[in-house]
């Protein structure tokens, strides 16, 4: 109808061609009149002259300002925690994001995991477990050198980080021996299935220990605890230090660092404004402060708590079975008749764990009988 319009096409009876294409004749009325006056036909904005619920034009101001202040730790949970300190009006992070999107400054990673399906698992005092776990930078020469780093699982405080040429044992124990001077020794640590932290031939063998397990429980009295292996989400909160690390280093020190010592240096200011400076999203407040308002710490020979999971010690009959509880019957195994082990339970789902922290299975709780059966061997 528009182009018709548009195109001065001689229409003699308006009525009938209205009846004949499904148009209200206001309608075409309406349009003919735009036409004329505007010459063509244009599509309006539909947006409403008055928006009384938009966001104030200075708090945009003040979001565009932090998106840029606030960098790399800029995302709308840390741009809504500090507009809270400047603002009467605080907008909500879906509405941050929208206003960060228009000016195009949002970031998009559809393929991203919903936040909605999150799991959050974490120990309930400082100094239950901590996390270990080595990355690798590259220095100014292309030299490639390993950071083992320890986080704390409950309050996130980034506890220690050592710099070594490698990934070995006596880099992991000097990791462990920075950690414990700083912020005192954990009930546990948990480890992956590195060379640094278990037995090379603990795959032939589950009551091999490495000498860095040894080392921990003979002088501190800390157990180790091996992630499943391949399963990197077992050390999701070291892992995504690693990120972290890495990205505020880029901001702080876009050049590579020429020695060990330069990148020891910058790593220790780094971890300084990570545990005191920097909000902590899961957290909502600074590591450090998270730990020293914790109402409680833990350590070696005080068994691990969780908000949501606990920790069971359980002898293995000889017929290798272990009660969970008095209504939970779980096998576990011959192999480990008379051993004490493990058992890590988070919601309906249950790990077991051998004695030196190897994993021996899991399963599914199921609440309707008493008599579990057998664990889904580790990987």
């Known amino acids: 109808m528009d182009a018709i319009l548009q195109a001065d096409v001689k229409i003699d009876n308006v009525a009938e061609w209205c009846r004949g294409n499904g148009v209200n004749p206001r309608t075409f009325y309406r349009h003919r009149r735009r036409v004329e006056i505007e010459g063509m036909w244009r599509s309006r904005s ?18 565009l300002r932090l998106r840029r202040e606030l960098a790399p730790d800029h995302g709308a949970d840390n741009i809504r925690a500090a507009l809270q300190t400047v603002a009467s009006e605080v907008p909500s992070r879906a509405t941050i994001n929208r206003i960060l999107d228009r000016h195009g400054l949002l970031a998009k990673n559809p393929a991203k995991r919903p936040r909605s399906s999150w799991r959050r698992f974490s120990y ?7 996390q270990i776990d080595g ?14 780093d320890v986080i704390d699982d409950c309050s996130r405080v980034w506890v220690a980080s050592h710099v070594a040429a490698a990934e070995t044992i006596t880099a992991a124990l000097d990791a462990m021996d920075h950690a414990v001077n700083e912020w005192g020794a954990p009930g546990m640590v948990l480890a992956d299935n590195g060379s640094a932290f278990a037995h090379k031939d603990r795959a032939k063998d589950k ?7 040894r080392t921990l429980a003979a002088t501190h009295g800390i157990r180790v605890i091996h992630s499943s292996p391949y399963h990197p989400q077992t050390l999701g909160k070291c892992e995504r230090l690693h990120q972290t690390a890495a990205r505020l280093l880029t901001h702080h020190y876009p050049q ?7 990148l020891q240096q910058r790593l220790a200011a780094i971890r300084d404004h990570y545990n005191t400076r920097r909000r902590h999203s899961a957290m909502d407040t600074t590591p450090a402060h998270a730990w020293t308002n914790a109402p409680a710490h833990g350590g070696p020979g005080d068994l691990p708590r969780q908000d949501n999971a606990t920790v069971h ?18 096998r576990i195994g011959t192999a480990h008749a008379g051993q004490t082990i493990t058992l890590l339970r988070s919601g309906p789902l249950v790990t077991a764990y051998t004695h030196d922290g190897d994993p021996i299975g899991q399963l599914i709780l199921d609440e309707t009988k008493r008599y579990q059966g057998k664990l889904t061997p580790a990987a």
Request: glycine share 2%; charged share 25%; hydrophobic share 35%.
């Open 256 to 262: 590579p660092a020429a020695t060990t010592t330069e």
């Open 135 to 148: 990355t690798e930078y590259r220095l100014a020469d292309g030299t490639t050198v390993v950071a083992i």
């Open 313 to 330: 010690l359980r002898k293995v009959t000889t017929t290798g079975i272990v009660d969970l509880r008095r209504t939970s019957r779980i």
């Open 124 to 130: 309930a005092r400082p100094r239950d477990c901590y």
């Open 46 to 63: 539909r947006r409403p002259h008055t928006m009384p619920m938009a966001t104030a034009p200075e708090v945009v101001e003040q979001i």
């Open 207 to 213: 009551t091999l220990t490495s000498r860095f397990s």
